[in-house]
């Protein structure tokens, strides 16, 4: 046979907000009207304790109280108080600068922080400051490597629980971050948040060493070690030092080999930047457009270079004999004329040669000097067709081929 349940007690109107009455509609916290004789206190029990449901005894013996609205817990009267307002929503400390409300003055002492710029949690390693205990913590983890956060599709770790989600979605492609404008999406709120810099045309931060302004504040703290020549990140492979995080990971997948990003056509992987550009042999997509011929390309660095036919620019200069090229593989090519380099060889008779085939794509196919109006015939069955505007196999080693086999 079950024991007797703990009887709650009547609660004065001071305290009202711990325990909804009848008159509130809630029957079942029932309360003890006047008329009726009060229940003798728990042993330990102080008057002002009354009317929170003294739900159960802790190990130890200490009474517990128990949340009206929900099960949880508490050892504490202000702990419940504090609690109880998760379901009231009351909000009683207000920031005196924003106007901001919270729950907790804790929280609210955390908030004034972000006004006045206070730093009271130092790291005993580097003497970064932080606001937060929480966020100081978590910067200890670069000092001891602890990454405890390990993706589930390739297994690479992470210090941060967020920054593994994010990752996450380099693998399954999901982008929640969606631009209330113009609708596209982003995997990053971040990137959201800088993309939509574009639209309103915010930019709230200046540098003060050259008066830039800047969309994000992380974008100012980078932009500032241009003028320090801080570079905080490390390879830790090489040692190479870097200014931001993002081309510090770059460069360390040219050690490892790494190429996280599967294209969802045809499967290869590739850096984020190659996959991006890579996408476009898929679309056909060509965002970049010359501003003067209409001329479009897929990559940006494209229309750079060729925009200097236009210009008549030629940046590229041979130190050996000033003669000025517009693209910098121009001035390479050059350059073996006076060095006698000859990377390229015929993989079937050993010959070198400087200029590497126009066509075919691969040196190892020899050619039958075989011409059918706009078709080249190759052997071992390859066929390459010719656009009659290019000269064909105008390279030394196309014209080996051509002449020997």
Known sequence: ?????????????????????????NDAWPTYGED????????????????????????????????????????????????MRVHTGEKPFCCSVCGKTFSNQSNMVKHMR????????????????????????????????????????????????HNMAAHARTHTGEKPFVCSVCGEAFSRKRQLGRHM???????PFTCSVCGKTITQKQNLVTHMRTHTGEKPFCCPICGKTFSNKSNMSKHTRTHTGEKPFRCSLCAKTFSQTSLVLHTRTHTGE???????????????????????????????????????????HSLTSHMRTHTGEKPFSCSTCGKAFSQRPHLPPRNDVHVTPLYFG???????GHTFIVPLARPPYTSCLMLHLINNY
Request: aromatic share 6%; proline share 7%.
């Open 1 to 25: 046979r079950e024991g007797p349940q703990p009887r709650r007690i009547n609660e004065d109107k001071n305290d009202s907000l711990l325990l909804p009455s009848q008159e509130e509609g």
């Open 36 to 83: 009726q004789e009060e229940e003798p206190r728990p042993p330990g029990m102080k008057e002002e304790d009354k009317g929170l449901d003294v739900s159960t005894l802790a190990p130890t013996g200490e009474k517990l109280l128990r949340c009206p609205w929900c099960v949880k817990t508490f050892s504490l009267k202000t702990q419940v108080v504090q609690h």
């Open 114 to 161: 972000t006004h006045t710029g206070e730093k009271p949690y130092g790291c005993p390693v580097c003497q970064k400051k932080f606001a937060q205990t929480s966020h100081m913590v978590t910067h200890m983890k670069i000092h001891t490597g602890e990454r405890p956060f390990s993706c589930s599709a390739c297994g690479k770790r992470f210090t941060l629980k």
């Open 197 to 203: 810099s574009a639209h309103t045309g915010e930019s």
């Open 286 to 328: 060509k965002p970049y457009g010359c501003s003067m011929c209409a001329k479009t390309f897929s990559h940006k660095s494209c229309v750079a270079s060729h925009m200097r036919i236009h210009t008549g620019e030629k940046p590229f200069r041979c130190s050996a004999c000033d003669q000025s090229f517009i693209q910098k």
């Open 374 to 380: 706009r078709t080249y015939r190759l052997l071992h």
